[in-house]
């Protein structure tokens, strides 16, 4: 069978961890070969059908299925998982069947470029991994240097690229722009953590009004009286007085906690969730806490959270810079703002995670466990559509979507 999917050599801006990353195939603890819906482009789906390896041709034909609709030459067929296991039923030992019968090449978009991330914002190449991969976040939370960004040269998957047009009224150059200042302002170093997300709060919003009203001439303006405000002290200044609302962050984190996503969990998964759930102090039979059970164990962990941080101290700062850099931040939501709630609930709701497993006088989580958590959330939050939607209605229909509110979820 001859190539069918194109591909070129690149210069790309990534972060450093990206480079050091390589699939451990079936050494890895939670294979993406299970658990997903995996879509089959078009291209692929055609030469799937016309494979005359004796091993794979009945499989093609029985567990490759037509999406018949609203399909598109992206998602044109689908791959039915194993009903028991939720395993790709092309796995041989923990191994790819097709990749190692038909070559790379063959494999599908979603398959073949698994957990890198690419797109061209500003007529720059970008590429960076999605931490639902274990590997991917061992390297990109637990290294010093994991995020320092780096231009390299390497290949990448032509149809895989997304390509980033105008948003908002700006230029893909000046979306660019204001993306990198977003990073730049998240590694202000005279800023704890909630206040440099606090300030990219108060960024986002005045940007979101800039925007709103047709002010995008001013947006460079903006960026500079904004970085001025925020090296003179002035942002700091600013959210000073600010205390920490530990109610409202337990109530609210572990809401979206216990909501119910509609994928199989791994063993790994239901470890964590299992850790969460025991940190929270639930009853092991009836799995329920009382509310202030919630409220003052949740308080414990977090006070206690940064004590387990100084193992891994660049995982929560990583991983927000990291999702930031991978979605083209803030322009991947209806508007800057609506993205900078989204982002700001991933934090709070890993945050949670993290903290309520420190509730254990006997024993922190260490740096594996810490990581772990983050996969595990990456994977089972971040990938279930379903769950984002619900959780930006629940923001807006509580009332929890304005920026004053929204900074309660964030000092501890």
């Given amino acids: 069978m001859s190539s069918i999917h194109l ?41 799937y059908r016309q494979t005359k390896q004796p091993l794979l ?35 041989e030992e923990r191994l790819c069947s097709v990749q190692r019968e038909l070559g790379e090449d063959k494999l599908s978009d979603t398959c073949a470029t698994y957990p890198r991330k690419s797109r061209v914002l500003g007529g720059q190449h ?39 047009r105008s948003k ?28 440099k997300l606090a300030a990219l709060g108060v960024f986002i919003e005045l940007l979101t009004a800039s925007l709103k009203r047709g002010g995008h001439a001013g947006v460079p303006a903006l960026l500079k009286d904004f970085d001025t405000m925020v090296s ?6 600013a959210l000073s007085a600010m205390l920490p609302d530990y109610a409202v962050q337990a109530t609210a984190f572990s809401g979206l906690w216990q909501i119910k996503t509609s994928r199989k969990n791994s063993a790994v998964q239901r470890s964590v969730q299992a850790m969460v759930a025991k940190g929270l102090g639930a009853d092991p039979v009836t799995n ?4 202030q059970q919630l409220i003052d164990n949740y308080r414990s962990g977090v006070q206690r959270l940064p004590e387990a941080l100084k193992q ?29 709630l989204k982002l700001v609930t991933q934090f709070g709701l890993l945050r949670f995670m993290l903290a309520v497993q420190c509730n254990d006088d006997a024993k922190l989580p260490d740096a594996e466990q810490m990581a772990r958590t ?15 939607k619900r959780v930006n209605g629940a923001l807006k229909n509580s009332g929890w979507d304005a920026l004053e509110k929204v900074y309660r979820f964030l000092r501890t």
């Fill in 7 to 47: 591909t070129k050599t690149v210069q790309s801006v990534q972060p450093r961890y990206v480079g050091r990353f390589s699939c451990t195939g079936s050494a890895c603890e939670d294979t993406c070969c299970s658990g997903w819906t995996v879509v089959i482009d078009k291209k692929t789906f055609n030469a």
């Fill in 57 to 91: 041709m009945e499989r093609m034909a029985t567990q490759v299925k037509r999406i018949r609709s609203l399909s598109s030459d992206v998602k044109y067929a689908r791959i039915e998982m194993q009903a028991e296991t939720r395993d790709c039923p092309f796995l």
């Fill in 126 to 164: 970008q590429q960076a991994l999605t931490l639902s991969c274990p590997e991917a976040a061992r390297l990109a939370l637990l290294a010093p240097d994991a995020m320092d960004f780096v231009e390299v040269s390497g290949k990448v998957r032509v149809e895989s690229v997304i390509q980033i």
């Fill in 168 to 195: 908002q009224g700006l230029s893909p150059e000046m979306m660019e722009s204001v993306s990198l200042f977003c990073l730049k302002l998240m590694k202000v170093s005279s800023l704890s953590l909630w206040q």
């Fill in 232 to 237: 003179t002290g002035g942002i700091a200044d």
């Fill in 288 to 291: 329920l806490v009382t509310q």
């Fill in 312 to 340: 891994a101290p660049y995982l929560l700062e990583n991983f927000l810079l990291n999702e930031m850099f991978s979605e083209g931040f803030p322009f991947a939501e209806a508007s800057p703002y609506e993205h900078f």
């Fill in 374 to 388: 983050v996969q595990v959330f990456s994977r089972k939050y971040q990938h279930d559509a379903d769950f984002a």
